[in-house]
């Protein structure tokens, strides 16, 4: 996901969220056959793309497709990536932008293979002109969805074995921590901010889906029980002090430096139970919009925030 003023990351959250019930399924066709990088698991097909030869000159415009490569096994292969993509340190940071894509500026890296998130400014259409390959993988809407593209990576780049074990490593420590979640017989609420217009995310989102894995109540679905706001509604403060969560988790951080105390000093919120019983939870930004193998570490920071929770 990109970092980019809360207002507009989160309608753009909203717009890809109704956009992607209209992206067609993608597909492993040919499977690589292992995580070898010899031209023998080559060539390979996902979805409509093949590549005939093993990329070595990837270019990432998506901060979560950049961690995925990494994360498979890919990165000796990967030449340039967008201006957000901070994660892991070594990852060859460029000034191209994911979020304003520019054609011209990405051929000039020589790729053989671009990764993508968002089809903006008809940028596939355009690298697709120029015979660059192209793979698009629009944000997440549910776990499922980030193993398949984690699969689909490691086809693509002859790193399926690796991928297949990132895979199944993400579900076995899921597993892991969804057991370690406390039985209760209410289960506690929360709030999650995007931003301080507060923005926020339901429960049938990628974000409220991991939220439910933990045991917790979002007190935002009553708000878009029509769906009209893709999942991504803003409440008003009289809404949330009413609602009074147990929790609030804080993703503006790093952007608009929020945190435990500004929240306590907003208007009518000192009475709010998360501010009052000093459960204002700081995460990371980055790890709570980028929905690939760090979504681990965003499952076990909420279980472990809430664990004392046992009502």
Same mark, same amino acid.
């Given at each position: 996901?990109?970092?980019?003023?809360?207002?507009?990351? %989160?309608?753009?959250?909203? /717009?890809?969220? @109704?956009? =992607?019930?209209?992206?067609? #399924? *993608?597909?492993?066709?040919?499977? !690589? &056959?292992?995580?070898?990088?010899?031209?023998? %698991?080559?060539?390979?097909? /996902?979805?409509? @793309?093949? =590549?005939?030869?093993?990329? #070595? *000159?990837?270019?990432?415009?998506? !901060? &979560?497709?950049?961690?995925?490569?990494?994360?498979?096994?890919?990165?000796?292969?990967?030449?340039?990536?967008?201006?957000?993509?901070?994660?892991?340190?070594?990852?060859?940071?460029?000034?191209?932008?994911?979020?304003?894509?520019?054609?011209?500026?990405?051929?000039?890296?020589?790729?053989?293979?671009?990764?993508?998130?968002?089809?903006?400014?008809?940028?596939?259409?355009?690298?697709?002109?120029?015979?660059?390959?192209?793979?698009?993988?629009?944000?997440?809407?549910?776990?499922?969805?980030?193993?398949?593209?984690?699969?689909?990576?490691?086809?693509?780049?002859?790193?399926?074995?690796?991928?297949?074990?990132?895979?199944?490593?993400?579900?076995?420590?899921?597993?892991?921590?969804?057991?370690?979640?406390?039985?209760?017989?209410?289960?506690?609420?929360?709030?999650?901010?995007?931003?301080?217009?507060?923005?926020?995310?339901?429960?049938?989102?990628?974000?409220?889906?991991?939220?439910?894995?933990?045991?917790?109540?979002?007190?935002?679905?009553?708000?878009?029980?029509?769906?009209?706001?893709?999942?991504?509604?803003?409440?008003?403060?009289?809404?949330?002090?009413?609602?009074?969560?147990?929790?609030?988790?804080?993703?503006?951080?790093?952007?608009?430096?929020?945190?435990?105390?500004?929240?306590?000093?907003?208007?009518?919120?000192?009475?709010?139970?998360?501010?009052?019983?000093?459960?204002?939870?700081?995460?990371?930004?980055?790890?709570?919009?980028?929905?690939?193998?760090?979504?681990?570490?965003?499952?076990?920071?909420?279980?472990?925030?809430?664990?004392?929770?046992?009502?």
């Amino acid at each position: 996901m990109f970092r980019r003023t809360p207002v507009v990351f %989160a309608a753009s959250l909203a /717009v890809a969220a @109704l956009a =992607l019930g209209a992206c067609a #399924e *993608k597909t492993t066709d040919t499977p !690589a &056959t292992g995580g070898s990088p010899s031209a023998a %698991a080559f060539p390979v097909t /996902v979805g409509k @793309l093949t =590549l005939e030869q093993r990329p #070595e *000159k990837i270019v990432s415009l998506s !901060a &979560t497709a950049t961690e995925m490569l990494f994360a498979i096994g890919a990165g000796p292969q990967v030449t340039a990536v967008d201006d957000q993509s901070n994660f892991p340190a070594d990852a060859p940071k460029t000034d191209l932008s994911g979020y304003q894509p520019n054609a011209e500026a990405v051929a000039a890296k020589d790729p053989d293979l671009v990764v993508l998130s968002d089809d903006r400014n008809k940028i596939v259409e355009q690298l697709t002109t120029l015979k660059i390959p192209v793979y698009l993988t629009p944000a997440a809407q549910t776990l499922d969805d980030s193993y398949r593209q984690l699969t689909e990576l490691g086809t693509l780049t002859g790193n399926a074995t690796e991928a297949a074990d990132v895979v199944q490593r993400m579900k076995d420590d899921i597993a892991k921590i969804v057991a370690e979640v406390p039985q209760r017989a209410k289960a506690p609420t929360y709030f999650h901010e995007l931003g301080p217009e507060l923005y926020t995310a339901t429960s049938k989102t990628f974000i409220g889906s991991i939220y439910s894995l933990a045991g917790l109540e979002n007190i935002a679905d009553a708000a878009d029980a029509d769906g009209k706001s893709g999942g991504y509604p803003q409440l008003s403060q009289e809404v949330i002090v009413n609602a009074n969560p147990d929790f609030v988790f804080l993703s503006d951080v790093k952007c608009c430096q929020q945190s435990a105390a500004t929240v306590k000093a907003r208007s009518g919120w000192a009475s709010v139970s998360a501010v009052q019983k000093d459960q204002v939870v700081e995460l990371d930004d980055d790890i709570a919009s980028r929905w690939g193998p760090r979504v681990v570490d965003l499952l076990r920071t909420i279980v472990d925030a809430t664990a004392k929770v046992s009502q």
